[in-house]
């Protein structure tokens, strides 16, 4: 039994010993590498310094304060037409005007309290009442506001009733309008403020001006309050 065997394991050598002659076994040749080129030296890159800036010297700019202008404030005259420019402060139509509005109620009869303003014997506050432009006085206060006896009658008081103060306004006015008023005139301006409502002057100022030679010509006549009594056929002015 063990002869039988080996003649069977030599022959599976035999076959072994050709299969490997048939197969070229032959271990595969390592491939030659050739010599690693070194790698090009980069030197490193320098790392930039920070420029340093020199530090600035700041000169503070000097701001100088302004100095706050004073507002002006222009008040006009109570009801007052127009401003002072020149001699007189009114026109021709305002004054024709004015004058229009008084005829128009066609006052015969008022009564009026009027303050004269002045270097005159008349100075002082007038209690006044008018018919057909003549007045009568009721009562009188001086310049210090003493009620005192007039020692004048109603008739020398006409200029300060309504219908005179219109023709003394009237006159400075023509004369300013022909270029024919006075070295007095000329030394002085001459104010009007005619009344809203009623249109007569309220209040007639003449007030020297600075350059003036002559110092007592300022005069003043306000009426400070009028009351018409009875109306009708107007009453002329005297021319």
Known sequence: ????????????????????SACDLSPTPTPTVGPTASPTHVPPTATPQPTRTPTQTLTPTLI???????????????????AITGTINFTRQQYDEALK??????????ELVVMFEAFSPF???????????VPEIISYMNM?????????????????????????????????????????????????TFDSTYGYPALVEVKAKPNASLSDIDSSVSVESLKIIRHGTPVALTP
């Open 1 to 20: 039994m063990k002869m039988q065997r080996f003649p069977i394991l030599l022959s599976f050598c035999l076959i072994a010993q050709l299969l490997l």
């Open 64 to 82: 100088p304060t302004q100095t706050p202008q004073p507002t002006i404030i222009l008040i006009p005259s109570p009801q007052a037409t127009v």
């Open 101 to 110: 509005k008084w005829r128009a109620m066609q006052v015969r009869e008022y």
């Open 123 to 133: 100075a002082g506050t007038w209690n006044l009442h008018v018919l057909e432009g």
């Open 144 to 192: 210090p506001g003493t009620p005192t006896t007039p020692t004048v009658g109603g008739d020398a008081l006409k200029f300060l009733a309504v219908d005179d103060r219109f023709a003394l306004v009237e006159d400075r006015l023509a004369r300013a309008e022909s270029n024919s008023l006075s070295s007095i005139d000329r030394q002085s301006d001459f104010l009007v």
